[in-house]
Every structure is written in C-alpha cells, then in structure tokens.
C-alpha cells in the first residue's frame, strides 16, 4: 500500500492537480488588481517546470509507439 503512495502514477496526477490549479489562478488573476509582476512570473515559471516534469514522467510511463 505505501509503494501506491509513491507510484509514478500518483506523481503524474497530484502534478496534473498542482498544473491545473495554477492555470485556475493564473486565469483568475483579475486585471484591474493583478498580482504584482513578480509573483506571476513565479507562478508561470512553477507551471512551465510541472509541465516539463509532467512530460517527462509520461514519456516514462507511456510505451514508445512502434515505428
């Protein structure tokens, strides 16, 4: 039970949540009272790295597609 807690397929949904919720609010973020500059990027910086690690975890657990 506690290798499903750490299984590559939970990894890959708890970073699709993280992804998901930083588009939320990403998307929210209401342009008359934005969030300072800095902080946005930092959020967008975040969601572009649970992107890469998201692609690479499903290169890993998906089979290569014959050629």
Request: charged share 35%; proline share 9%.
């Amino acid at each position: 039970m506690t290798e499903n807690l750490h299984s590559p397929q939970r990894r890959l949904i708890e970073l699709r949540i993280e992804h998901a919720d930083l588009d939320n609010l990403i998307d929210r973020t209401d342009p008359l009272t934005p969030l300072d500059e800095l902080t946005l990027r930092r959020l967008k910086k975040r969601r572009l790295v649970l992107r890469d690690q998201i692609a690479v975890l499903e290169a890993t657990l998906e089979p290569p597609e014959p050629a």
